[in-house]
């Protein structure tokens, strides 16, 4: 198991230093550092073993966290464990950075000395961690209150505590896509899929019993057709009918669920059933490669005018209904290393060279549906006697719109409190649909 | 309030002023100099001196303050052993303590706290906590048993921990029973035979019971254990596997991982026969394709046991390819991994998509990435051989572009290419020799001299280029040396004549100058070889290549099966066993797969032995393997050995000579007038009806011949046996000088001419041929009787098979035997020698078939028949001067004919008959 846990500074100082394990000395400390902070090269690898001693690292923005072993421990389970570690220590106190980890530090020792248990992960659960980990010392608590806390961190309901009320029952569901493309020039789709995550942000009053329904095609199809429409969730109309129209269900090629979810019953019947924590967590994730929206097209046409001089020229069409709105859209478009000038013309938004990240940025802050844009540039060349060719890397293209590319939609989420006197009607529920691009590439 | 200042104290005196503050009353004042202790703690300071005053503190109700003191004492007790006694009494105090979280702190830390002494006080609190009343304490005190384990193993089994830890798989509490599957795993880890985890169908369905309701941790904990035990039978196997398969739609990829492990392992047991095999085989797919969208880190540990799974089960994953393809942010990591798979992947079905990404890989940036990409169009070509041409073009574009690494790279890969397909791609060996000035990496100067060694009669600057190579001979590493000598001594069995000074050269600096025991010993087996046996050493070091294998980088069997047992863990994160990186008694259990139960095992059975059945084609082509002997054989036939290879053309010349030219040598002679004569002796039947002749077929494959395609039937045209060839150039070059020859045989088959190849054969030119063989020449017994081998000779080399033909073609024409010499002669031959055939399924009546067979001179001398049964008597007579007598029963309305033979040479009865089935047949 893991034999200790680090977190450095970029410069290599040790922030924080955990040691669970005998077999783990000071000495593993620098051989990190050495190696693999200081390394001359890039990262090769995130796992690295020097001197018989395995070390695990994650890094976050300029900070390291590495985690040590010895054993043949189980490597997915290590990176997942530091994965939550960043996770905990950002619901604490927010980013992780230098200046947060050194001011919260006595805090980091007792959560690493609760979540990690001879390098065995225990629950990690913020909701539950909360309860008894504070940074306003000791709070006295009552013996109910004791047994409350470590029946929940050790329960089978580890994530939600038992006598929450509240006073309006709402909750709030966003299904947010990633849209992922590779295109070649020529406009054939190369790969394309969407990952998508539906997060549940609930405020239910006591041990809320929730059923989650969507168009899964094996669910329609099992159903029929005459039942498709009768659960549909108030509010699902919010922006659920996509870019694409009427799609009736989808195929979801693979999800996961959060640890609420019952996932037996899903594999039996696949209905997604679950008492989800207090406040926010993120019900499922989902990957979908078929009759994807491709929310926009790029087509490029580079152009070797000479030794000296390209030309290019990007035409990005938008394809779904008129009356939606994509936001924040970004082309990046590279140019060569040895770029010595550009003039860009575009007939909407603003494009800029930027020397610094040897790209064209057009940005264009709403397009609606079924509309086309187009950019020119010349980029004067320096000549060169480089003989590699330039690499060409792929047009990259960002933006938001207000559907579900998958065609995902909600169909229900049902409430069943049967101790608290509310019923699924009262419960007042909101869904909203974004679509983001993930890597959104098409060669050139 | 900041915690951050804690880190800055950098004065003198720091000690001495912690202190004083450490022994102050207040307590706002002590929990502030703790803070700093632990802070000059983190960053490496030596504060144990501080240890009694912080010991001191601990004595406090502030839960905070608490646990700073103890994260000290966990860092100095070792150091401190003596004064560590001091905190035992807070510690058993706090065992008793009514908070349940003091409780558990206190137990977790004892355990932490490796001092002997110490160990012995914290026996008593943790029999206690492991029968605490509140879960919390007692999943703390479960890992608590491992911890003491770890410290004194010896006090943990007298102190009957292990059977309470064992109760504990039986707790109501999911995460105690979680932390008891994880104490005892890593407890039974170090006593391998101990039988600790005694698993069995009972305490298996707890765990079961137990994952799906425990943390995702905890899950973990209980999959690792599970995919430790080995189900009695195919039933139970499946029952888990079932319980198993939701985890795979778990969010955290770590309990993904740990249940593909389960199933992967306890599939083996599984009948492939039965259909929850395939639905499990379906089910794995997505959850594994789901884990490349995880975080960088946590996909790299994806792709390292995806390559492991695909070389296991290529079923599983063979449709996914465009999910391996590269993104261009990735980082060069993943890169690399999906590279792997990819290559794995590829197949027929999906070539042209994998190729046009390779091409896309090999302009990015990174150097071990391009190299990797260019490597693995390589392996595309040699792993599809329908790609191969557009590979081969491909790499050709990449040497274009002159960029140093990836010409590199690209010629180490042209080499195994030329391996795989001799005599196909060698015009690109001129481009290859632009670009011999910048190689400078051992592997790309190797395969070049390879490359010029193999093909050294094609390439007319071969010993400048080689010459060029030997003058820095010393500087260069082993490999290239190894391969120069190699490659020299090549260019001088192929060119004899021009390049007797390089050999020289290079054998003495070889075996003169060079430290290297390996070039050395190489250097004087050459020479030897060289000037003792010229011809052995032809056979030697021209010998025919073995075959390359379609993949590489194969991980080997029963590593393999031991990595699968390990999915998700570091060993398949490395590719290597754990007693590899781990030390100690850890890891060094090797763990395997289970086999098939029965019924499994009855449907796999079979398939082996019809295999083994089928794959024993009777009358196939084949390549003579032991090529020594017949190279002996051959040369024998004339005159001693030659001394060197490059005479072997006259001397074959002067073997042709010698064979009588007793047949007519007419090619093409027309066929009309035999014809009309057979149709005399056939009685004035109405069909015209010629000799059978069988279908040509594939003699020699291009393949092991460097490009030329043999394939030719045998014919009997007026009297005359022909041997009717077609060659095909299939390789780059021409070919010109061709000669032929046969292996003492049977019947004496001999040619009674020149091949007659008189134009040079074209690059994918083809040319028919008819050689008339004569029967009179050298007899050997073959076996089988009508077997014949054939040494083909071209301007590129020498080439070897063998055929078989019917022997229809050595019966003559005046084989048509008196029927009273008929009588005799069948009453003559003894029982014994009589065999008797079955010709199955032919439906020709008894006149017919008497025609048919008399076309090919086998003569009907009566027919009798016998209650419905139609007798036909017959006679043959082969070249030899042999005759056959034949009796054939056609029963009317049955398809299914008797035949029976005598002869005096009982042996030619199977060919015979054979013949007969032939014939009738077609």
Redesign the interface.
Known sequence: MIGGLFIYNHKGEVLISRVYRDDIGRNAVDAFRVNVIHARQQVRSPVTNIARTSFFHVKRSNIWLAAVTKQNVNAAMVFEFLYKMCDVMTAYFGKISEENIKNNFVLIYELLDEILDFGYPQNSETGALKTFITQTGIKSQSKEEQSQITSQVTGQIGWRREGIKYRRNELFLDVLESVNLLMSPQGQVLSAHVSGRVVMKSYLSGMPECKFGMNDKIVIDKQGKGGASEEAAGKSDLGGSGGGGGKQSIAIDDCTFHQCVRLSKFDAERSISFIPPDGECELMRYRTTKDIILPFRVIPLVREVGRTKLEVKVVIKSNFKPSLLAQKIEVRIPTPLNTSGVQVICMKGKAKYKASENAIVWKIKRMAGMKESQISAEIELLPTNDKKKWARPPISMNFEVPFAPSGLKVRYLKVFEPKLNYSDHDVIKWVRYIGRSGIYETRC | M???K??TTTKKGEIFELKAELNSDKKEKKKEAV?KV??SM???KDVSALFPDVVNCMQT????LK??V??YLM?YAKSQPDMAIMAVNTFVKDCED????IR?LAV?TM??I?VDKITEYLCEPLRKCLKDE????R??AA??V??LH?INAQLVEDQGFLDTLKDLISDS????VA?AV?ALS?IAESHPNSNLLDLNPQSINKLLTAL??????GQ??IL?CLANYTPRDDRESQSICE?V???L??????V???AVKVLMKFMEMLPKDLDYYGTLLKKLA??L??LL?A????Q???LRNINLIVQKRPEILKHEM??F?V???D???VKLEKLDIMIRLASQANIA?VL??LK?YA???DVDFVRKAVRAIGRCAIKVEQSAERCVSTLLDLIQ???NYVVQEAIVVIKDIFRKYPNKYESVIATLCENLDSLDEPEARAAMIWIVGEYAERIDNADELLESFLEGFHDESTQVQLQLLTAIVKLFLKKPTETQELVQQVLSLATQDSDNPDLRDRGYIYWRLLSTDPVAAKEVVLAEKPLISEETDLIEPTLLEELIC?I???????HKP?SA???GS??VMHKRLPARTGSGEGTECPDVGNAAGGSAPEAAPSIIPSQGDLLGDLLNLDLAPPTTPAVLLPLMGAGFGAAPAVMPASLNAPVGGGLGDLFDLGGGVGMPMGAYIPPKTVWLPAMKAKGLEISGTFARRAGVIQMELVLTNKAMSVMTDFAIQFNRNSFGLAPAGPLQVLTPLGPNQTIEVSLPLSTVGPVMKMDPLNNLQVAVKNNIDVFYFSCQYPISMLFVEDGKMERQVFLATWKDIPNDNESQFQIQDCHLNSEAASNKLQGSNIFTIAKRTVEGQDMLYMSIKLSNGIWVLAELKVQAGNPNYTISLKCRAPEVSQCVFQCYEAVLKN
Not at chain 2, 212 to 217: D, F, K, Q, R
Not at chain 2, 568 to 574: E, F, I, K
């Open positions: 900041t915690d951050s804690y880190f803070k632990i802070a983190t960053v490496g109700d502030n839960l905070e646990k700073l103890y994260l860092n009514p908070n349940p979280l558990a977790r355990g932490c490796r509140d879960p919390y304490v999943k703390t890992v608590c491992a911890k770890d509490n999911p995460m105690v932390n994880a890593e799906n309701e425990c943390t995702e941790w973990i904990f690792d319980r398969t939701p985890r739609s778990h969010a955290n990829s770590a993904v991982l740990s997505p959850p394709v789901t969208s975080e960088p880190e946590l790299y540990v994806a465009k999910v393809f993104k261009y942010n980082p060069i990591y998509q046009a990404e896309e302009t990015e940036v572009t002159k960029v390990h998700g863990t570091l060993a398949s994160v490395y754990p990186f781990v030390e850890r890891g």
